[in-house]
């Protein structure tokens, strides 16, 4: 029998318990005592271990692989049932079910749920995160979709687990209906923008301006002529939607697909896209009629590129029309005129709930730090001037009356018709009102007539200007809201202030120039010399009456400012 020497350890110093057997291995054993020596320590063995088994390992390697089961398809995994929801139209609350199943064997924590896009959305029912989901555990979430809210649903609910795994609830869909009953052009169509001002005019006819609307209100109204089933479904909706917010087409700015465009695309090419009420963000309608249209969301333009949020839920043939859309209300009660029992007429005004503000730069030629707006009007209207004084009457009634001339100068207003012909120019004039903010921001304005007629030739470097005597020089004088001109010739045009004034004859004065012509200008080849008011608008709301979806007519009302 081998010896093998042994330790008691220090609890056990007195001697081996009185009931304790010892091992058959061990021989014999001292005591030790604390404080411990070197010597009360097992030195450790060093050596070779040796294979002791009966037979040996197979050392032949096998390729292989591992041949998944319907079981990985489900387990080890978080579920997401459905993983999908397609809103589709959005036109009432809609609720549905949500089914979060955890098939792994082990517990799984949901530390947070992130949702973005979620305008409207909600999920509920379990308690907030964390929230323990045990073993092959599943829960069943409401999911419910308001229609209030963004007109294109494009949400996401990520489920973040504990240790870094996710799980993506996509939605989809669309909030809008859209009012496909388009105009009787007939009766043209009227857009209306709508500022809001203030003017504090003092003593002497100056005033302060404030701008007290930050966005102009914009509204369009039409009349329509509809015929059998569109009539019927102008009724249905028109009951069932009331008051709630459309997706109305901007029936004056469309355009048509020049080629076919399929289910699931998400680019459209729209002619003329600049000069349309297109921007990211916005929604567009291909219409093709009443019942058969799409709207969708615009994410971004470049040029006549639509790029779209949502790719197309139908294909669409070239010649669909494409027209920018708005987020609409219906403004007041409908008529409905029934001329036969198939047929009927009536006329809708909707206020625009989207608005927004041109951020193009304001057209024209800048002068003294303000932009000339010389478009010539539409002479088959006249232009209606008026002078008008800021007088006071004083009156006891037993007396002569009298008169008090508070500002000593006229009030000229003028109103002026432009017939805009095309959509560039009516970009243009847009651009122009949206920087005059109604009554608020001046611009030069000529008077669009002969004011004066020049009856000796203009010489290079001379700064001064011949007409005929109009006594200017005996009642006006540089009057600071009539001392600048625009000359117009065949060599260009100039912008000139008359710094003074000298009668030379009873036919003929001299008017002297702020700057010399750099040109010679002979008399033949002077077109019109007009006066150049600085001027506001007289009103805040201003209409544009579109007479097809190309050309618009629009009436303004001027005021004079001292320059």
């Known amino acids: 029998m081998a010896a093998f020497a042994g330790i008691v350890a220090p609890g056990s110093a007195v001697g081996e318990p009185v009931h304790y057997e010892r091992a058959r291995g061990i021989s014999g054993y001292r005591p030790v005592r604390y404080p411990f020596a070197a010597a009360d320590s097992v030195s450790p063995l060093a050596g070779t271990r040796g294979a002791a088994r009966p037979i040996s390992e197979p050392q032949r390697r096998l390729a292989g692989a591992r041949m998944p089961s319907f079981a990985d398809d489900w387990y080890h995994r978080i579920h997401l049932l459905p993983p999908r929801i397609d809103l589709g139209n959005v036109i009432s609350p809609i609720v549905r079910r949500l089914e979060v199943w955890n098939a792994h064997l082990q517990e799984q924590t949901v530390l947070a749920i992130e949702a973005t896009g979620a305008d409207g959305l909600a999920l509920s029912g379990p308690p907030a995160p964390?929230?323990?989901?045990?073993?092959?555990?599943?829960?069943?979430?409401?999911?419910?979709?308001?229609?209030?809210?963004?007109?294109?649903?494009?949400?996401?609910?990520?489920?973040?687990?504990?240790?870094?795994?996710?799980?993506?609830?996509?939605?989809?869909?669309?909030?809008?209906?859209?009012?496909?009953?388009?105009?009787?052009?007939?009766?043209?169509?009227?857009?209306?923008?709508?500022?809001?001002?203030?003017?504090?005019?003092?003593?002497?006819?100056?005033?302060?301006?404030?701008?007290?609307?930050?966005?102009?209100?914009?509204?369009?109204?039409?009349?329509?002529?509809?015929?059998?089933?569109?009539?019927?479904?102008?009724?249905?909706?028109?009951?069932?939607?009331g008051a709630r917010i459309y997706c109305l087409p901007v029936w004056t700015d469309g355009s048509r697909l020049l080629q076919d465009v399929v289910a699931g695309g998400r680019q459209l090419v729209v002619p003329d896209a600049a000069?349309?009420?297109?921007?990211?963000?916005?929604?567009?309608?291909?219409?093709?009629?009443?019942?058969?249209?799409?709207?969708?969301?615009?994410?971004?333009?470049?040029?006549?590129?639509?790029?779209?949020?949502?790719?197309?839920?139908?294909?669409w043939p070239a010649g669909t029309r494409v027209l920018p859309a708005r987020l609409a209300r219906l403004d007041g009660t409908t008529g409905v005129r029934r001329l036969t029992d198939t047929i009927a007429s009536g006329r809708c005004r909707f206020t625009v709930e989207d608005l927004g503000a041109s951020s193009a730069p304001e057209p024209g030629t800048v002068y003294r730090s303000y932009s000339v707006f010389d478009w010539p009007p539409d002479w088959s209207e006249e232009i209606d001037v008026s002078c008008q004084r800021k007088l006071t009457v004083i009156d006891s009634g037993t007396g002569p009356r009298g008169f008090d001339d508070e500002s000593g100068a006229p009030?000229?207003?003028?109103?002026?018709?432009?017939?805009?012909?095309?959509?560039?120019?009516?970009?243009?004039?847009?651009?122009?009102?949206?920087?005059r903010t109604g009554r608020v921001h001046p611009c030069w304005l000529p008077t669009f007539t002969s004011n004066l007629q020049v009856s000796r030739a203009v010489v290079s470097g001379g700064s001064g200007l011949v007409v005929r005597n109009t006594g200017y020089s005996r009642f006006v004088t540089a009057h600071p809201q009539r001392r600048d001109l625009i000359l117009r010739t065949r060599l260009?045009?100039?912008?000139?202030?008359?710094?003074?004034?000298?009668?030379?004859?009873?036919?003929?004065?001299?008017?002297?120039?702020?700057?010399?012509?750099?040109?010679?200008?002979?008399?033949?080849?002077?077109?019109?010399?007009?006066?150049?008011?600085?001027?506001?608008?007289?009103?805040?709301?201003?209409?544009?009456?579109?007479?097809?979806?190309?050309?618009?007519?629009?009436?303004?009302?001027t005021r004079t400012l001292p320059s």
């Open 130 to 241: 964390p929230l323990v989901f045990g073993a092959l555990q599943s829960r069943t979430y409401s999911f419910s979709a308001s229609h209030r809210g963004t007109p294109a649903i494009n949400a996401a609910f990520t489920f973040r687990f504990a240790g870094g795994a996710e799980m993506r609830l996509g939605v989809t869909g669309r909030r809008v209906v859209v009012f496909g009953i388009r105009p009787d052009w007939s009766d043209g169509m009227t857009e209306r923008l709508e500022w809001l001002s203030e003017v504090l005019e003092a003593h002497d006819g100056s005033e302060q301006r404030i701008r007290l609307r930050q966005l102009p209100r914009r509204s369009f109204e039409y009349s329509w002529l509809l015929e059998g089933q569109d009539v019927r479904l102008l009724e249905h909706l028109l009951f069932a939607w």
């Open 492 to 557: 260009g045009t100039f912008f000139r202030r008359v710094t003074g004034a000298e009668e030379l004859s009873a036919q003929e004065e001299l008017l002297s120039l702020d700057q010399p012509l750099d040109v010679t200008v002979t008399v033949d080849q002077v077109l019109q010399v007009s006066w150049l008011e600085l001027v506001r608008l007289d009103q805040d709301a201003v209409e544009l009456f579109w007479e097809t979806d190309g050309v618009v007519r629009v009436q303004l009302s």
């Open 275 to 315: 000069h349309s009420d297109y921007h990211p963000g916005g929604i567009a309608v291909l219409w093709r009629s009443t019942a058969e249209n799409e709207a969708v969301e615009i994410a971004s333009v470049d040029g006549a590129a639509l790029t779209l949020t949502l790719a197309l839920g139908q294909s």
């Open 411 to 435: 009030q000229l207003g003028r109103r002026l018709t432009w017939l805009l012909p095309n959509r560039p120019q009516i970009t243009a004039f847009r651009q122009w009102l949206a920087a």
